[in-house]
């Protein structure tokens, strides 16, 4: 394993253990909850957003699940991501979630950008092991979800 293997690695690890935005925060006014399960697995992501008055930013993710290191810690890095934006357009959100759904279906030929996706680029690697790339997608996937119902 190489210097950026391992770092990446340990990135994942501690995201795993201290995780962002874990605990749903209680259901308000613009908010959305989606609930998505890895049934090969069992990881489980339950995924709440919160959008600005008008609906055209998001303004809160939290989340709670249970699963692999994987999971979780892709969970906690996309948190960490959208709580350094503050606010994150609509549109910008829905790219990003389109940008990482690309990276990690390219077998490893596309890594992720990590002036774009900050640690979550550490899941770069997940690509070439197709059997994890469900495991690393199921917040994002219950993002995406609970933006288009927000």
């Not at 948190?79 to 389109?98: H, N």
Request: proline share 3%; charged share 25%.
């Amino acid at each position: 394993m190489n210097g950026l293997e391992s770092l990446y690695q340990e990135l994942i690890l501690d995201h795993s253990k201290r995780p962002h935005g874990k605990g749903l925060a209680d259901e308000a006014a613009h908010t959305a909850t989606s609930h998505q399960r890895n049934p090969i697995c069992g990881d489980e992501i339950t995924l709440r957003v919160r959008m600005t008055d008008d609906g055209s930013e998001v303004a809160e993710v939290t989340w709670d699940g249970a699963g692999c290191s994987i999971s979780q810690a892709s969970a906690s890095m996309l948190v960490s991501l959208l709580e350094e934006e503050s606010r994150m357009p609509r549109a910008e959100a829905s790219t990003l979630v389109e940008g990482f759904r690309e990276a990690l279906r390219s077998r490893g030929e596309l890594p992720l950008d990590e002036e774009v996706f900050g640690d979550a680029a550490a899941l770069s690697g997940v690509s070439k092991y197709t059997a994890r790339v469900k495991c690393a997608m199921l917040a994002w996937v219950a993002f995406e979800d609970a933006l288009a119902r927000a």
